[in-house]
């Protein structure tokens, strides 16, 4: 702790907010990058973010940032805060604490880089956790990911990915997606049709080929999922 003539004098550091936004393109599961057009990490890729301003909040800012950097207005997403980062050494600038935001939305539309970036695209969360990227933004992104994969199993979040009528066949997909991994058909339907308040059977169908049509659901009132679709073998 710090004094100045018996004061206490608060430590200097700079607040910051960085963005994990994720989006299902084809069926694979996407995170927002952007290429960093100016030093520090100067052509790396990175999460869309930057700096609080003094009367900002950091909501406020989180938004700001995501248009500035990417054009991505009146985003229609899930949004909530995922954790801080505060690391000494996270930034070669100065001592910065970042507040991380976690947003998934399906169908986002293809961003337009502007601000202080030179690109921003989506890319699959598979190759990107592969990529360096900037500061800590590798870890911030390991981090975001398994939030996302921890949704799916308590929440109904899965069902915001799906058009307004789906199959469970269609619900299958999102989950395989965020989840990264293969599902048993059977099982799944079995639970996710069991599960009080997820889908609603619509008294449609839907034919995809040969065999008996698919019964098309729609989202149900519920928001938490009891008992929850864990990822399991």
Sequence with gaps: MAEA???WVPPV???AVD????????????VLLVSRGIPPFEGRPALPGGFVLPAEGLDAAAMRELVEETGLTDLDAHLEQLRTYGDPGRDPRARVVSVAYLALAPGLPQPVAGSDVAEARWTPVERALRDELAFDHGQILTDGLERARAKLEYTSLATAFCPTEFT?????QVYEAV???SLDPRNFHRKVTGTPGLLIDTGHTRSDG???PATLY??????????PLTREA
Excluded at 168 to 172: Q, W
């Design 5 to 7: 003539q018996g004061q």
């Design 13 to 15: 550091a700079s607040v």
């Design 19 to 30: 963005l994990v936004v994720f989006t299902l393109r084809e069926g694979v599961l996407h």
């Design 168 to 172: 469970v066949s269609d619900l299958r």
């Design 179 to 181: 989840w990264g991994r």
């Design 210 to 212: 040969p065999g008996r």
């Design 218 to 227: 729609r989202r149900g009132p519920a928001t938490a999922l009891n008992p």
